[in-house]
């Protein structure tokens, strides 16, 4: 579809007829024990990135990625820390360019904080986002202790991507769904992922 910026990840470009549209936000949720990351390293490929760790030190993000056997790019890595990590956020995102990707792995910190301050935040990011007609990516933890303004990121969210990893058998599956997308037509199937060395649809058990 024309005017979308594509992800750099083919499958999720096809399923979303060409990408996502400017402008748009994200919620990506994983577990912890999942390779989620992947997915996201993956995202650094297709344009300029500014990625906001909140949990990892940037050195440890950019050998992460540095060492990842998919095709990545060359990420800004910045770690957001100090006592108040919405106001650092909002600063380093000022600072984005036009057309860009901005990454913040993981949320979770910046939904712990005040639910009115974390719901002005997130109003100013969507403008921030629709200005410079970049995408943003909230990388969302699941599991127990889910933060308190996990609702407010997924109202905020133009797209929602729901990664669950389970063990068939003896084989570890990885589904996708995209149950919230207000860019267009929403998939309705689940796409099976393949999260080794890069993000590829799932072919072991298609039947020709």
């Known amino acids: 579809m024309a005017g979308r910026l594509d992800t750099g990840i083919d499958v999720l470009d ?3 007829d060409g990408g996502l549209p400017p402008g748009c936000i994200v919620a990506y949720t994983a577990e912890a024990a999942s390779q989620s990351e992947l ?3 993956e995202l650094t490929a297709a344009r300029g990135t500014l990625y906001l760790t909140t949990e990892r030190s940037d050195d440890a993000v950019r050998h992460a ?3 990842s056997p998919s095709e ?4 800004t890595v910045r770690h957001v820390s100090g006592d108040d990590p919405l106001e650092e956020a909002t600063r380093l995102i000022g600072a984005l360019p036009d057309g860009a990707n901005l990454i913040v792995d993981t949320v979770d910190v910046l939904e712990r904080t005040d639910t009115d301050e974390y719901i002005e935040f997130c109003n100013e990011l969507k403008s921030h ?5 970049s ?5 969302c933890l699941k599991g127990k202790g889910v933060p308190t303004n996990r609702s407010r990121t997924f109202h905020a969210a133009d797209a929602v991507f729901d990664l669950r990893t389970k063990i068939t058998g003896s084989e570890l599956e990885n ?9 267009g037509a929403q998939p309705t199937e689940a796409i099976k992922l393949e999260l080794t060395e890069e993000v590829a649809i799932d072919t072991s058990r298609d039947i020709a």
């Open 135 to 139: 995408i943003g990516v909230l990388h």
């Open 175 to 183: 589904h996708l769904t995209i149950p919230k997308f207000r860019g």
């Open 39 to 41: 997915l996201l390293y």
């Open 129 to 133: 986002m629709l200005e410079t007609g």
């Open 14 to 16: 096809r399923k979303l």
């Open 72 to 75: 990545v790019g060359s990420p």
């Open 65 to 67: 990625i540095e060492s």
